[in-house]
T-cell receptor, first 110, second 115 residues
Framework: GQNIDQPTEMTATEGAIVQINCTYQ??????LFWYQQHAGEAPTFLSY????GLEEKGRFSSFLSRSKGYSYLLLKELQMKDSASYLC???????????FGDGTTLTVKP | EAGVAQSPRYKIIEKRQSVAFWCNPI?????LYWYQQILGQGPKLLIQ????????DSQLPKDRFSAERLKGVDSTLKIQPAKLEDSAVYLC?????????????FGPGTRLTVL
């Protein structure tokens, strides 16, 4: 099985940088996803890591350490529209099945 | 490219009633997923289809939930009879291949309230 842990809530200031952590325990690993979900909307894909290291995509970056079962999502130059829930999902080796964490609700304040 | 379509967007029913949700995936996507998302939690996989075959339904409460994907395109998820704890958003997602690296694209979801 898989177990995923993320902080429940975080608050940050507009223009700042925030790091959202995700730790996982899994019996089989084949990639880690980050999704953004605004209130009342569907999750949208942000990033995918399968190898150790940092993946950068504009203001968002994602890091993975497979040996530590750890990932983080880094958001730079925060904007008010970044207020949302950020979901960490681990893909197992069983036919692409992903297990989601409960999400981190980020509030960006002026 | 059109996204994943779901209907209805909202549904309110009383416990013990039946309800059905419909999903139309992105054209060409072989894999289709149904998730249940309870308020404050992450999505939980209910069932995964590859074309019209079931790949994983280990977390589907089969005494009351059923799903089908006829012809490997559209899918319906049914709850019969509904319980109070079924109140949640039901998300449909699709992906192109179903391998371990492809990305899932989600529909807008159906928000179910069971009274």
């Amino acid at each position: 099985g898989q177990n995923i842990d993320q902080p429940t809530e975080m608050t940050a200031t507009e223009g700042a940088i925030v790091q959202i952590n995700c730790t996982y325990q899994t019996s089989g690993f084949n990639g880690l996803f980050w999704y953004q979900q605004h209130a009342g909307e569907a999750p949208t894909f942000l990033s995918y890591n399968v190898l150790d290291g940092l993946e950068e995509k504009g203001r968002f970056s994602s890091f993975l350490s497979r040996s530590k079962g750890y990932s983080y999502l880094l958001l730079k130059e925060l904007q008010m529209k970044d207020s949302a829930s950020y979901l960490c999902a681990v893909r197992g080796t069983n036919a692409g099945k992903s297990t989601f964490g409960d999400g981190t609700t980020l509030t960006v304040k002026p | 490219e059109a996204g994943v379509a779901q209907s209805p967007r909202y549904k309110i029913i009383e416990k013990r009633q039946s309800v059905a949700f419909w999903c139309n995936p992105i054209s060409g996507h072989a894999t289709l997923y149904w998730y249940q998302q309870i308020l404050g939690q992450g999505p939980k996989l209910l069932i995964q289809f590859q074309n019209n075959g079931v790949v994983d339904d280990s977390q589907l409460p089969k005494d009351r939930f059923s799903a089908e994907r006829l012809k490997g395109v559209d899918s319906t998820l049914k709850i019969q009879p509904a319980k109070l704890e079924d109140s949640a958003v039901y998300l449909c997602a699709s992906s192109l291949v179903g391998s371990s690296t492809d990305t899932q694209y989600f529909g807008p979801g159906t928000r179910l309230t069971v009274l």
